[in-house]
């Protein structure tokens, strides 16, 4: 099932909590780029079983189309689902405003370099898509979260929309289109809003950046064009980068 939605624009933006929210967007400036799905592994559910956390994350992503477990009901072996891009509204485009990144930090509540160690999806609460928690070793701080301060060596809980899950010997996997998940075992630097209710975080699907040895890969389309216009894919420069922002006033953001 992939259902279709105009793209207009968008970079660090997440379908959470009642809707559509962005940290920044900005007009795109070419033609979409297709990019392959990692193919992560399923985590095997239990019926009925669900952790508190994870009660609260599966409310906040909201999603349309049918439950899950309905298109199952109706058909053989395993389901998978795609979801097209929010409709968002295209930002200020003059010399005057801030780079993209620099923007996205000060919006975000927390940036981190850390490498994911284990992960769990669930469906969502109300059942039409999947989400997935991941536990996150820190490496750096680039950005501290002032109500939940993160330290290097803390283990951290990141949420995000889309994953699979093996529920009755069936295979469910839900994404969102252009989006690639984050992996075990690999390296990420992250854009990330604080979720008090669980002293969690929630992973901004635009702001997630795998670092694979000296090369940056944008796990999102709108960073993923974003990186590209740098003109370089280099881990140290790009890392940097944001480092600087690091130290930046936000007051007017």
């Known amino acids: 099932m992939k259902s279709s ?3 207009l624009a968008i970079v660090f933006a997440v379908v959470a909590i009642g809707g559509p929210r962005s940290l920044a967007m900005l007009q795109n400036s070419g033609p979409k780029k297709e990019s392959a799905p990692a193919i992560e592994e399923a985590t095997v559910l239990q019926e009925g079983q669900i952790t508190e956390k994870q009660k609260v994350h599966g409310r906040l992503f909201k999603h349309s189309g049918r439950k899950l477990r309905e298109i199952a009901a109706e058909q053989t072996g395993d389901i998978q689902v795609e979801e097209g891009l929010p409709l968002v509204i295209i930002t200020d485009t003059s010399p005057r405003r801030r780079p993209v990144f620099q923007s996205a930090l000060c919006r975000a509540d ?3 370099v850390g490498t994911i160690n284990e992960k769990s999806s669930q469906f969502t609460e109300d059942g039409k898509f999947i989400f997935t928690d991941y536990q996150i070793i820190v490496e750096e701080v680039i950005k501290n979260n002032g109500r939940s301060p993160v330290l290097a060596s803390n283990l951290i809980t990141a949420t995000n929309d889309g994953g699979a899950v093996v529920l009755n010997n069936r295979t469910f996997r839900a994404r969102t289109e252009g989006f690639d998940s984050p992996l075990v075992s ?7 809003r604080y979720i008090p209710e669980t002293d969690s975080n929630l992973m901004y699907g635009n702001g997630i950046f795998q670092l694979e040895g000296r090369e940056v890969l944008a796990l999102g389309p709108g960073s993923r064009d974003e990186v590209a216009k740098l003109g370089s894919r280099d881990e140290v420069t790009f890392v940097n980068e944001i480092r600087s ?3 930046s006033q936000c007051l007017d953001r």
Request: proline share 0%; net charge positive; no cysteine.
């Open 5 to 7: 939605r105009k793209t």
């Open 110 to 112: 927390a940036v981190v």
């Open 186 to 192: 690999k390296r990420y630097l992250l854009f990330l």
């Open 245 to 247: 922002y690091g130290n």
